[in-house]
């Protein structure tokens, strides 16, 4: 979770390890992103000597032809070390699209790591992000459904307190189905129709008010029309 996160961020642009922290603490609230230094360092490490992501010092790559025709300046004696910045590499950019195209729906939908998948929807194809937004609703759905049985079985032995929790729980859920189901809702109206050689859409099946078949008689209007029945070759005379 914490590479993803890592990945995700510095895909936008370079930056020190302070910064990330302040990022994925702003971006995927306090609880979901408690990373502390002691995690996020060690994780920073790992992911350089993959070659994930490279290490640089602002200032340590100047220009050698500008630097020989500029004075030397003195070093400032500010008493601080200069943080280092965190780049992504290519290697690093692909294995972030591999992550997010190749989530397990099922982990991806777990607490923590659906919140950083959900962070960078923008940057995941249209088929994997519905993929994700399903496998969460089925999720809270079932955690909804057990906070309703444990209620109904359970509410005559809670007090005043308890009975209050539970029915959070129970409104907490069924906000974030209602959520859910509106985004999903919208990418599904995203998805382009299909439509036939003339370049009409396809009529979909079962739905109200669907056009029949360009050049395919109605059998309804037909039966309904009398000036269509009785006419012959032969005219009165």
């Known amino acids: 979770m914490l590479e993803l996160a890592i990945l995700g961020l510095l895909h936008e642009s370079p930056m020190h390890g302070y910064e990330l922290r302040k990022r994925l603490l702003a971006l995927l609230g306090a609880i979901r992103a408690a990373f502390s230094y002691g995690s996020l360092y060690p994780t920073l490490k790992r992911m350089r000597q993959r070659g994930l992501i490279v290490e640089e010092t602002p200032g340590g790559g100047v220009d050698k032809g500008a630097a020989a025709k500029a004075p030397p300046e003195k070093p400032l004696l500010t008493g601080r070390r200069a943080r280092k910045v965190y780049r992504l590499t290519p290697e690093g950019k692909e294995h ?40 969460r609703r089925r999720r809270v759905e079932e955690r909804r459904e057990r906070i309703r049985e444990a209620l109904s079985r359970t509410a005559e032995r809670l007090d005043a307190y308890g009975l209050e929790l539970q029915r959070h729980g129970l409104e907490t859920a069924e906000r974030e189905v209602r959520w859910l189901n509106e985004l999903i809702a919208s990418e599904e ?21 669907a056009a029949p078949v360009q050049g395919t008689p109605d059998p309804a209007e037909s039966a309904g029309d009398s000036n269509k029945q009785g006419k012959g070759g032969m005219r009165d005379g």
């Open 96 to 135: 972030f699209a591999q992550l997010m195209a190749g989530a397990d729906s099922a982990h991806a939908a777990d607490e923590a790591l659906f919140g950083v998948h959900f962070a960078f929807f923008s940057r995941t194809d249209p088929a994997t992000r519905l993929r994700i937004l399903e496998a």
């Open 189 to 209: 109206g995203r998805r382009p129709r299909q439509h036939t050689d003339f370049g009409e859409p396809f009529a979909e099946t079962g739905r109200p008010g």
